[in-house]
């Protein structure tokens, strides 16, 4: 796989961006208006890398509760999400090629845990979350991306993801584990930022230290008042 070196400080911000810029408007709804809202975040928070977010706008089109298993698989590989995916990368590809472009998508196990209520899932669920996945992938992938970033909350789900990993070695894509839980390293994947590299909710409230370890994963809480989080941001760099 392409192991690209990786911003000293992965900032995703995706969900305070939706806060403090659009009133909590979700600006995936209008893909015309991508490169704007990625230009306006990335002038606010210098992110390291031009990261769509697909696990966060997931939400937005299935909250969690409303759909069951096949539903959800139904909703990964057909092609309103998978059109919603693609027309943001296609708006933002190329808009800023000072970072690299980034998708964000959720692991089988977090998808399971949060949109399914399922906290130890089978691993037949795992296995028909992950294949949909990789069609997500395979139906989006524009050679403009250079990370594909995968959420995850299960540790031991990450090594049902070989099909996902052999596309996007296909790809030549740089693939990077976010999972607290993770190992220092994982089969397939690049990079991991595990609990010695992922900022701790606590950090933007002053109870808890940032990690030591670079490069790390910052994920800014939606509801963090602005001026602190430049601060704390600038503490971080």
């Known amino acids: 796989m392409s192991a690209r070196e990786l911003p000293p400080l992965w900032v995703s911000g995706f969900a305070y961006g939706r806060r403090v810029l659009r009133g909590g408007d979700d600006p995936w709804e209008q893909p015309a208006s991508l490169p704007m809202f990625q230009r306006e975040l990335g002038d606010l928070l210098s992110p390291g890398a031009e990261d769509l977010d697909a696990d966060a706008t997931l939400a937005g089109v299935a909250p969690a509760g409303t759909v069951d298993a096949d539903d959800l698989v139904d909703l990964l590989e057909g092609d309103g999400f998978q059109s919603r995916v693609a027309d943001a990368i296609g708006a933002v590809a190329g808009s800023n090629p000072s970072r690299p472009l980034a998708l964000t998508l959720p692991g089988a196990g977090r998808l399971a845990r949060r949109y399914l209520g399922e906290d130890a899932p089978d691993e037949d669920l795992l296995d028909d979350l992950a294949m949909a996945l990789t069609q997500v ?20 789900a990450l090594a049902l993801h070989e099909p996902l990993v052999n596309v996007a070695a296909h790809y030549d894509l740089s693939l990077c584990a976010v999972c607290p839980d993770a190992p220092d390293t994982v089969e397939g994947f690049d990079h991991v930022y595990n609990h010695d590299r992922i900022v701790p909710a606590g950090y933007w409230t002053g109870a808890a230290e940032a990690p030591a370890a670079s490069p790390a994963y910052a994920e800014l809480p939606a509801d963090l008042n602005p001026e602190s989080a430049l601060e704390k941001l600038a503490a971080l760099r």
């Open 137 to 156: 992938l395979r139906a989006v992938y524009r050679s403009e991306l250079a990370f594909l970033v995968l959420r995850e909350d299960d540790p031991a």
